[in-house]
T-cell receptor, first 116, second 116 residues
Framework: NAGVTQTPKFRILKIGQSMTLQCTQD?????MYWYRQDPGMGLKLIYY???????DKGEVPNGYNVSRSTTEDFPLRLELAAPSQTSVYFC???????????????FGQGTRLTVV | GDSVTQMEGPVTLSEEAFLTINCTYT??????LFWYVQYPGEGLQLLLK?????DKGSNKGFEATYRKETTSFHLEKGSVQVSDSAVYFC???????????????FGQGTTLQVKP
């Protein structure tokens, strides 16, 4: 039972480079999320999706893009990496709207990104 | 806007000591409340939850009660173990009628270290 899988686990980028953080879930969840975790700051929502083809901005979307072409996959794209994007990134998923109030969010193990 | 505030850490306790981690929130309406735990090198896992006032969530010896009058959801455990060493996050899920998207708002996290 894989749950939410993120790749890569670690990455070092140079300023101005681009990369895609991959996230896939095998629980047939409708809702998916990208959060970033900065030291002492908790997790902040970057983007979320309520279903294939539907995405929306969270609290801190600048510098990122997402797409959701399938239920399973929700990649996060960094186009021009900046030092401020050094963080740990978590992908999460939940079952969906009808049970939204009580539904547990499942998290991936995270991607630790350093931009130098 | 909605927010969550946790007591600052780190919290260092001896094994079998009593644990309290304070959490207060600001939100309109009746959000759902959660505690998540993050063990070293791992993603977040749901520890317990409560979805309405006076509900008590419990799991693995941890408890928290949803207090609407004090807007609090403090985490407690009667006797901590070394294996409880982790980062604990309090979170809320706002409910906005039909626009519930399942996204979570997190506190900054509290690091717990339990010494033998």
């Amino acid at each position: 039972n894989a749950g939410v899988t993120q790749t890569p686990k670690f990455r070092i980028l140079k300023i101005g480079q681009s990369m895609t953080l991959q996230c896939t879930q095998d629980m047939n969840h409708n809702y998916m999320y990208w959060y970033r975790q900065d030291p002492g700051m908790g997790l902040k929502l970057i983007y979320y999706s309520v279903g294939a083809g539907i995405t929306d901005k969270g609290e801190v979307p600048n510098g990122y893009n997402v797409s959701r072409s399938t239920t399973e996959d929700f990649p996060l794209r960094l186009e021009l990496a900046a030092p401020s994007q050094t963080s740990v990134y978590f992908c999460a998923s939940t079952l969906g709207r009808d049970r939204g109030a009580n539904t547990e969010a499942f998290f991936g193990q995270g991607t630790r990104l350093t931009v130098v | 806007g909605d927010s969550v505030t946790q007591m600052e850490g780190p919290v260092t306790l001896s094994e079998e000591a009593f644990l309290t981690i304070n959490c207060t929130y600001t939100a309109t309406g009746y959000p759902s409340l959660f505690w998540y735990v993050q063990y070293p090198g791992e993603g977040l896992q749901l520890l317990l939850k409560a979805t309405k006032a006076d509900d008590k969530g419990s799991n693995k010896g941890f408890e928290a009660t949803y207090r609407k009058e004090t807007t609090s959801f403090h985490l407690e455990k009667g006797s901590v173990q070394v294996s409880d060493s982790a980062v604990y996050f309090c979170a809320l899920r706002p409910l906005r009628g039909s626009s519930n998207t399942g996204k979570l708002i997190f506190g900054q996290g509290t690091t717990l270290q339990v010494k033998p």
